[in-house]
């Protein structure tokens, strides 16, 4: 927990719900611990598809496909949503969920590690959603930038690491010490990179917002 915990519970509190469908998908995936999207970021990432309003998007691991799901019940706009997923055991169930949903013409899932498929993809999106394997998103930012367009926006979920992310990597456990040197290195591209405009934000387990300066 980066922020205090009664604030988050406070701010949760405010929560206005999902649709049934992704309450349904939401409830299954914690019954069954698999890592979603935590409230306040849901909350954060209906607000910048308002505020956006992008006709393609990206996303980098798609779980159970709850993220991709509230994606297009959210965007404001008829959308086309890729997403890549590299765990062969969520696969299925995110076909499924993208079926119940009604979404699965509007979703592509594809299969596969996200260091190999990046590269195959040439057209440029308006919003890409980075919640893949923590310790690739510095391996993945070349062609992530390659691919969000003039006017898009990226997004990088848990990026803080519940505040270990500030901790001296010999604070950090020993199996954690890689994932921790590469987020850290993440966040130093992003918000040096002079081409663009990042800002960190202590939002459920920390999110980057980043655009291109103009």
Known sequence: MIVDERL????????TGNTSILDQIEQEALDS?????????????KLLLAMKRPMRILEVGTA???SAILMAEYDPVPCEITTIENYEKRIPIAKENFIRAGKEKQITLLEGDAAQILPTLTESYDF???DAAKGQYIHFMPDIL????SEGTLVSDNVLQ?????ESRFAVTRR????????????YELTHDERLVTAVLPIGDGVTVSTWKK
Do not use: A, W
């Open 8 to 15: 988050v519970t406070y701010i949760n509190s405010l929560d």
């Open 33 to 45: 611990y698999v890592p979603i999207i935590r409230k306040e970021m849901q909350q954060f990432l």
């Open 64 to 66: 159970v496909g709850f």
């Open 128 to 130: 890409i959603f980075m």
């Open 146 to 149: 390659r691919l969000l367009g």
């Open 162 to 166: 519940d505040g270990d992310i500030i």
């Open 176 to 187: 954690n010490r890689t994932i921790h040197k590469r987020m850290r290195e993440y966040l």
